[in-house]
């Protein structure tokens, strides 16, 4: 936990303290600025495929690429340690139980990469997002879609089976919760940006709180849990004959664990585990 | 900044570039099929100029070309042979 989490996080995790889901943030101008140039920017701004830009892409010069880098990342630098951060279905249901109202809204990283404004699997929960959201209906395309909590949770169950990952995100200037995003790569800016840069970008993209780890014993090396992994942890040996679980990779989301018929697989609490216990 | 940073930050060296001629392009609402069918979503989509209570219909492409893999699936399902790729010389 760093210490934005702790500040923020009231003794527990950050998403799971009830002052982050308060509407009082509504009242702060700084925070609904924020949220209105989100609104507005982000397919231009660096949300794409972090740390990249429209306007950077446009450079074919390396040099001025390279400035432009450096500018982004420092950039990046001055804002809160974390944007989002990977959670397994457990915590989902959590998450759920505290927030409210709770809408669908159709996908950014779907819209700028893959030009699918359809499929609604941005699940906002906060009050930011969802009061603005509608003041930008090119952003929100498709409409904002309210949701009770049991829908929230069977949809957010539905996208667990199909493979999508659960990342949780935070206002970008305070720790105001905005909602789920359910994705996988390399539709999906945040995930493909922490696999395309690797640790550094983990101010944009944190991993779980949790890391998978396989019962030896039960694994009968079907293989089965390989293609579900978005990280690339997971790998199948055939001179053991089991998977292997790249521990250091693995971002805990925990979706492997639907692959495994022999329930072999569980997540187990970074924190217990001292080799990756300080690598978000 | 040199080339140690970049490897620092895991930013490739571009090998590839992807070239969008926008004369020919029909944009990503009438046809999108780069964007669709690239398979490591090189193609991204953004609105020049997103207005408060508007819906913005002109969206530009530009291609993140660092993380392309030069496959020419784009080349292939693009209608209008609006796209090229070419190989960077050292």
Redesign the interface.
Do not use: H, N, Q, S
């Given at each position: 936990m760093c210490d934005w989490c702790q500040q923020h996080g009231d003794g527990k995790k950050w998403y799971l303290n009830v002052k982050n889901f308060s509407k009082e943030f509504l009242k702060d101008k700084a925070v609904v600025e924020a949220a209105n140039a989100f609104l507005q920017n982000l397919e231009s701004f660096g949300g794409m495929s972090p740390p990249m830009n429209a306007e950077m892409l446009n450079l074919k010069n390396d040099e001025e690429f390279s400035q432009s880098v450096e500018g982004m990342k420092q950039g990046f630098g001055s804002m809160i340690p974390h944007k989002g951060q990977v959670v397994p279905l457990e915590d989902v249901r959590k998450i759920i139980k505290l927030a409210g109202p709770i809408a669908k809204i159709s996908c950014a990283c779907r819209r700028m990469l893959r030009a699918n404004f359809e499929e609604k699997t941005c699940i906002g929960v906060g009050p930011v997002y969802l009061e603005y959201g509608k003041e930008w209906p090119d952003y929100t395309r498709g409409g904002v879609d309210y949701i009770s909590k049991e829908e929230a949770v069977e949809l957010m169950r539905e996208f667990d089976k199909k493979g999508y990952v659960h990342t949780f995100w935070m206002d970008w200037q305070s720790p105001a919760i905005v909602g789920f995003c359910n994705c996988e790569y390399p539709t999906c800016a945040a995930i493909r940006g922490r696999r395309h840069y690797g640790d550094w970008l983990n101010f944009f993209l944190r991993k779980a709180e949790y890391v998978a780890m396989h019962d030896y014993d039960k694994c009968n090396g079907c293989g089965d849990c390989v293609q579900r992994c978005q990280f690339s942890a997971i790998t199948y040996s055939p001179y053991l004959e089991k998977a292997i679980f790249d521990m250091k990779k693995c971002a805990g989301c925990g979706l492997c664990r639907n692959a495994c018929e022999q329930g072999a697989i569980k997540l187990v609490p970074r924190s217990e585990v001292p080799a990756v216990r300080s690598l978000w | 900044?040199s080339m140690e940073?970049?490897r620092e930050?895991?930013?490739p060296e571009?090998t590839v570039?992807v070239q969008i001629d926008k004369t020919k392009c029909v944009g990503?609402?009438e046809c999108?099929k780069c964007?669709?069918n690239c398979?490591?979503?090189v193609?991204?989509?953004?609105?020049?100029n997103?207005v408060?209570?508007?819906?913005?219909d002109d969206w530009?492409i530009?291609?993140?070309?660092?993380?392309c893999w030069g496959c020419g699936v784009c080349i292939e399902v693009c209608p209008k042979n609006a796209i090229t790729i070419s190989e960077l010389k050292k």
């Open positions: - | 900044m940073r970049l930050l895991a930013i571009r570039t990503p609402f999108g964007l669709k398979p490591a979503a193609f991204i989509t953004y609105p020049k997103r408060r209570g508007e819906i913005c530009d530009v291609a993140d070309d660092l993380f």
